[in-house]
């Protein structure tokens, strides 16, 4: 499987009891296919998934693939504390119809590098679908080093690698000693480095409310190779990265964008408290001057091109 172009981890909308508001959710899925994001994935940290029960899960996966009808693919994030819901997890993969699956390693536990391999493998028997790993130490306490992806490096179906670290050094890394793997953006105030080493894809939660603006970008870099315009066009959007991965309110921040945007994204589920309205107010005017600039970015380029 390629991954490229813009990957959707799509936030789960909750109402004011909790519950998920599935039509919510199908609504925000045909916008975002409508918006032009080439994959949408069910299951991901800016999902919630660790608040959520295996059967809304599955349930959201299959709405989720229900609503794409094969016009973009569904990856379906298989991580949890218990290794044997990310077995049952890639099963309902496979049974729904998943294009592929995201697998990360179990947090909490600080499993070796080994025993990281050796989950991985498991869930990748469990599924047979083609997988992109999801390294992310921040949250998970433990990173996909050499040792694990060496001992991994067998399985047809491991192709590509969301890398979330934040490290520049994991970034040469896995372009230098893991070709093999095609490498997705997970930390977006470096999409512009990743996409200037080769990576393809960029894993980003703030298309969930962007999703043109963050197409610009990858198209900018990737599909015209204009990466004048492609420092523009991220240094516009830089001022969102800095509320989103230094803000410390990554999920409550995507979920006000979503909301920003005209669609509903309710509440987040405990322990997870809303931006307070100073927060909100905040990110209204960094999304606005966003879209505004980039906008201007679009058009002057569209001129320049029409001229030529």
């Known amino acids: 499987m390629q991954f490229k172009g813009i990957y959707t981890p799509v936030i789960t909308p909750f109402a004011e009891d909790y519950s998920i508001d599935y039509q919510a959710f199908t609504a925000l899925i045909d916008h975002l296919v409508d918006a032009g994001v080439h994959g949408i994935i069910v299951g991901g940290t800016t ?44 099963e309902a993969a496979a049974k729904q119809g998943a294009d592929a699956i995201l697998v990360a390693t179990p947090p909490y ?3 070796t590098e080994h025993e990281v391999a050796q ?14 790993l999801y390294n992310y130490p921040a949250r998970m306490g433990v990173t996909m080093g050499e040792a694990c992806l060496d001992e991994i490096a067998s399985s047809k179906n491991i192709c590509a690698i969301k890398e979330s670290s934040g ?3 994991r970034l040469h890394l896995l372009v230098n000693d893991y070709p093999q793997l095609q490498l997705s953006c997970g930390m977006d105030d470096q999409a512009l480095e990743y996409f200037a080493w080769g990576a393809q894809s960029w894993v980003c939660a703030g298309s969930n409310f962007l999703a043109k603006e963050h197409v ?19 240094a516009a959007m830089m001022p ?32 997870l408290y809303g931006l307070n309205q100073d927060e909100q107010d905040s990110l209204a005017q960094v999304v606005s001057t966003l879209k505004r600039t980039i906008a201007d970015i679009q058009a002057e ?5 029409k001229e030529a």
């Open 301 to 305: 380029s569209a001129v320049f091109a």
């Open 119 to 132: 989950h991985i493998l498991a869930v990748d028997r469990a599924a047979d679908l083609p997988i992109m």
């Open 47 to 90: 999902g919630e998934y660790y608040v959520e029960t295996l059967d809304e899960r599955v349930r959201l996966l299959q709405l989720a693939i229900e609503r794409c009808a094969g016009r973009i693919p569904v990856i379906f994030g298989t991580g949890s504390i218990n290794p044997d819901e990310s077995i049952a997890l890639a």
């Open 167 to 169: 490290d520049i050094n």
């Open 240 to 271: 969102l990265m800095s509320v989103l991965e230094q803000g410390g309110k990554f999920i409550q921040s995507v979920k006000h964008g979503v909301t920003l945007s005209g669609h509903f994204a309710g509440v987040t589920r405990k322990p």
């Open 216 to 234: 610009a970008l990858y198209n900018a870099c990737v599909v015209e190779g204009d990466f004048n315009k492609g420092r523009r066009i991220m």
């Open 109 to 111: 536990s600080l499993p």
